[in-house]
């Protein structure tokens, strides 16, 4: 899966130093709510997405960050795709069907904080050489999946979008945020090797269907430690945790700026 990365990172320009969404709620249902259900239902599933997001969605923050679509036969969307599916529950037998790739296209501010958190990590690591070799060649950087919900779309699927305002969006939301939440600030920012595993504790959405979405990013992972009872060494980057999968490997990261979002991976 690493080759696979590695060339699309060069296909896509993915990051470089100087990703079936839902239909509206009313669209979404086989009948219609009435009402007075809907309405509580939304402000049940607002509630629950504030107390991930707090000011995101309250001060609203702003962003240059936008979508580009990935359309079909594009090369840069057939090796997402491949590494989607490689990296699913059951790769050999896919169940999931891709609806829409997205690639993110990310502010100069994020990539260069990005950049300089490798920095920073290279920098921390070069200290320690005998201990976290790899660190101190490109800050340990990895390839892991953030699985969400997306709940925009638009009906006319237009080439370049913004960011949603939807406050349900967890996609759009989390990447309008730098992965800098109040959930992520409390859990840390839980990644997965497994491509359909959630990230996030959800409500059930019995009244209305969200599309499940897995957001690929590159991390500077750094100092890896394992999840231990007796607490964490302090000099570490990222934890090691159980995954939800046996064969799949969970890794929170403790800062954002560690997180860069490349694309988008809508299915259902």
Same mark, same amino acid.
């Given at each position: 899966?690493?080759?696979?990365?590695?060339?699309?990172?060069?296909?896509? +320009?993915?990051?470089?130093?100087?990703? +079936?969404?839902?239909? !509206?709620?009313?669209?979404?249902?086989?009948?219609?709510? #009435?009402?007075?259900?809907?309405?509580?239902?939304? @402000?049940?599933?607002?509630? !629950?997405?504030? @107390?991930?997001?707090?000011?995101?969605?309250?001060?609203?923050? !702003?962003?240059?960050?936008?979508?580009?679509?990935?359309?079909?036969?594009?090369?840069?969307?057939?090796?997402?795709?491949?590494?989607?599916?490689?990296? #699913?529950?059951?790769?050999?037998?896919? #169940?999931?069907?891709?609806?829409?790739?997205?690639?993110? @296209?990310?502010?100069?501010?994020?990539?260069?904080?990005?950049?300089?958190?490798?920095?920073?990590?290279?920098?921390?690591?070069?200290?320690?050489?005998?201990? !976290?070799?790899?660190?101190?060649?490109?800050? +340990?950087?990895?390839?892991?999946?953030?699985?969400?919900?997306?709940?925009?779309?638009?009906?006319?699927?237009?080439?370049?979008?913004?960011?949603?305002?939807?406050?349900?969006?967890?996609?759009?939301?989390?990447?309008?945020?730098?992965?800098?939440?109040?959930?992520?600030?409390?859990?840390?920012?839980?990644?997965?090797?497994?491509?359909?595993?959630?990230?996030?504790?959800?409500?059930?959405?019995?009244?209305?269907?969200?599309?499940?979405?897995?957001?690929?990013?590159?991390?500077?992972?750094?100092?890896?430690? +394992?999840?231990?009872?007796?607490?964490?060494?302090?000099?570490?980057?990222?934890?090691?945790?159980?995954?939800?999968?046996?064969?799949?490997?969970?890794?929170?990261?403790?800062?954002?700026?560690?997180?860069?979002?490349?694309?988008?991976?809508?299915?259902?």
């Amino acid at each position: 899966m690493q080759a696979l990365w590695v060339s699309l990172k060069e296909n896509a +320009n993915c990051g470089s130093k100087l990703i +079936n969404v839902v239909a !509206h709620p009313e669209k979404c249902n086989g009948r219609r709510s #009435s009402s007075y259900e809907k309405e509580n239902f939304d @402000k049940k599933l607002i509630r !629950h997405t504030r @107390k991930s997001f707090g000011d995101v969605i309250i001060k609203g923050y !702003h962003t240059r960050t936008r979508y580009l679509e990935l359309k079909m036969g594009d090369p840069a969307r057939n090796i997402t795709e491949m590494i989607f599916q490689r990296a #699913s529950t059951y790769p050999s037998k896919p #169940s999931r069907k891709i609806q829409k790739v997205l690639r993110v @296209k990310n502010s100069i501010e994020i990539l260069e904080r990005f950049e300089k958190y490798r920095e920073k990590v290279k920098e921390s690591a070069y200290k320690q050489q005998k201990t !976290h070799p790899r660190s101190i060649v490109d800050g +340990n950087e990895l390839l892991r999946f953030y699985g969400t919900t997306m709940s925009c779309c638009s009906e006319k699927s237009m080439r370049v979008s913004e960011l949603c305002k939807d406050p349900t969006c967890r996609v759009c939301r989390m990447i309008q945020s730098n992965f800098d939440t109040e959930y992520t600030k409390k859990n840390g920012i839980r990644l997965s090797t497994n491509s359909e595993e959630l990230s996030e504790n959800m409500i059930t959405l019995s009244m209305l269907k969200m599309e499940r979405a897995a957001i690929v990013c590159r991390i500077i992972a750094g100092t890896v430690d +394992n999840k231990v009872n007796n607490g964490l060494k302090e000099e570490c980057d990222s934890i090691v945790t159980e995954a939800q999968y046996s064969e799949s490997e969970s890794l929170i990261v403790r800062n954002p700026s560690a997180v860069l979002p490349c694309f988008v991976i809508v299915f259902s």
